[in-house]
């Protein structure tokens, strides 16, 4: 049985830390799936379609990773691509109660949907796609936050303001 996950996220940028968890997510499922999300209550950096852009290079080199936008209930999105599980980045216990709390509600929408709480590498704990942005807005270096092509995506956004 082929098993689909789905890692779902606005990326706003796609950090190293993001990478991260999809290239271990990548290592134990037969697909997954970066959904990026169009997320109305956010006003995010880049349009979903440079999001899904950005992801997709970033993401090239893993063959069972496939890269989509969206706009629906993440339990309906996963319905829609028979994948039964949805991976969770999660940094601190914050985070973990809100994601609790999701993946309760998904489970209620969709009981055959199942949430994997993943914890990033050490060295990503920290960060975040708002860290990124805030501290590119403040002509900090980010080059060791994202991928180089991100890097430059970043400060070409900052460069047009």
């Known amino acids: 049985m082929s098993v689909v996950a789905i890692y779902p996220g606005t990326f706003d940028p796609i950090t190293l830390g993001h990478l ?6 990548a290592a134990l499922f037969e697909q997954l799936i970066v959904a990026v999300a169009l997320n109305p209550s ?3 950096l880049f349009s979903l379609e440079e999001r899904v852009t950005l992801a ?5 080199s893993l063959a ?9 209930l993440l339990a309906q999105l996963a319905e829609q691509h028979h994948a039964t599980v949805l991976i969770r980045g999660v940094r601190s216990v914050s985070d973990f ?4 709390q999701l993946a ?7 009981p055959q949907l199942e949430t994997i709480f993943m914890t990033p590498n050490e060295q990503y704990a920290f960060l975040s ?14 080059k060791t936050f994202v991928t180089a092509e991100i ?4 400060l070409n956004k900052f460069l047009a303001d």
Request: net charge positive.
């Open 97 to 100: 109660d809100y994601e609790r």
């Open 151 to 154: 890097h430059q995506a970043v």
């Open 104 to 110: 309760q509600a998904n489970q209620q929408l969709n």
């Open 64 to 72: 069972n990773v496939k890269v989509i936008g969206f706009n629906s």
């Open 20 to 25: 991260d968890i999809i290239k271990r997510s």
């Open 129 to 142: 796609s708002t860290i990124v942005k805030e501290v590119a807005r403040h002509q900090g270096n980010i």
């Open 56 to 60: 997709e290079h970033a993401t090239a």
């Open 42 to 44: 956010k006003k995010p």
